[in-house]
């Protein structure tokens, strides 16, 4: 048990919690088209008032696991 959000390693991804569907989609979609379309993505689905700051975590939480993900776990 990993105590974060989103977790993924090659073309596998897990994540747990009321985002976990937000974070999977916007991985997959930030690694099939663009980064920018997995932002546009989480700006439709994120609550009013808080578009640019769920828009920042989110993908924050996803860009270590773009490029190979982190090194050690």
């Not at 990993?2 to 991985?27: D, E, M, P, R, V």
């Not at 920018?36 to 578009?51: D, I, M, N, Q, R």
Request: aromatic share 8%; glycine share 10%.
């Amino acid at each position: 048990m990993l105590n974060q959000s989103i977790f993924a390693k090659g073309n596998i991804a897990t994540a747990g919690g009321c985002l976990a569907s937000h974070y999977l989609a916007a991985w997959i979609i930030a690694r099939l088209e663009s980064v920018e379309a997995a932002e546009s993505a989480l700006h439709y689905v994120a609550p009013v008032g808080e578009k640019d700051e769920y828009v920042a975590r989110a993908t924050g939480n996803i860009n270590p696991y773009l490029h190979g993900g982190p090194a050690v776990v």
